[in-house]
């Protein structure tokens, strides 16, 4: 099965190692994966901010740099709904091969734990991590693009992996991309929130599957003297136990 990897801009940038634990499972899984290396930014920022002619442009180049790939798997559902979403871009009756294109893009985009199981049709990729771990559930991820089960699946099945309830998991880290910058004090005090929460579970992980949202979770418990460990769902998938070292590809 050949997969294409949509790196997404903060993993290209701040979470390289997510990046490299994804292709390592991809191809641990049997994948023959591939990198796009023209590929840029989904253009989400720019769309949350009123750019939508910038943000077409940068649709048509991603649609056209993933247009021969068999599948397109990201490490994040927020990207992931922005590459399912470019149909909306293309209205004008002028557009209409670009929406066609955009809608086959969709079709065969996916965010990573929603490839590995329902896809792969794998629940048990053979991690191995001990500790006490709970989970924030991102919202784009979990609200729009529906994916709830596969992460769960995958992350009962790590050995020595305890998972903990984490209360209000839904509730928005205060992250929301431009939200952050635009709306500094309510996203302060969302953030406060969703740490007050996690700190309640007792555990002493927490994990998620968008970076932006374990960045803004991670930046505001450091700054509060939390020095909780934070990992992708890639990494903890990734992991064996007794090393940080990731498994050897295959």
Not at 158 to 170: A, I, R, T
Not at 190 to 211: P, R, S, Y
């Amino acid at each position: 099965m050949k997969v294409s990897i949509f790196i997404t801009c903060i993993v290209d940038v701040m979470y390289p190692k997510v990046g490299k634990d994804m292709l390592e499972i991809l191809k641990r899984l049997g994948c023959e994966v591939d990198f796009p290396a023209a590929q840029t930014c989904c253009g989400q920022p720019a769309f949350n901010s009123g750019y939508h002619k910038d943000t077409k442009e940068l649709a048509k180049h991603m649609i056209q740099v993933f247009e021969d790939a068999d599948y397109v798997v990201a490490p994040s559902g927020s990207c992931t709904l922005m590459v399912h979403d470019y149909h909306n871009l293309f209205s004008a009756p002028e557009d209409d091969e670009w929406r066609e294109k955009a809608k086959r893009l969709a079709e065969k985009t996916y965010e990573l734990t929603q490839f590995i199981v329902d896809v792969l049709g794998v629940e048990d990729v053979g991690a191995e991590l001990y500790g006490t771990a709970t989970m924030h559930r991102s919202c784009h991820m979990t609200r729009l693009l529906n994916i709830k089960e596969p992460p769960t699946k995958l992350l009962s099945h790590v050995k020595g992996l305890e998972m903990v309830p984490l209360p209000h998991s839904y509730d928005c880290c205060g992250f929301g991309g431009t939200f952050s910058v635009k709306m500094v004090p309510i996203s302060e005090q969302m953030v406060d929130e969703k740490v007050h929460h996690i700190e309640g579970t007792g555990a002493n992980l927490l994990i998620g599957a968008d970076c932006s949202c374990l960045m803004n979770i991670q930046g505001r418990m450091s700054r509060l003297g939390n020095q909780m460990r934070v990992m992708h769902i890639a990494e903890v998938l990734n992991h064996r136990e007794g090393s940080d070292k990731t498994w050897e590809s295959k």
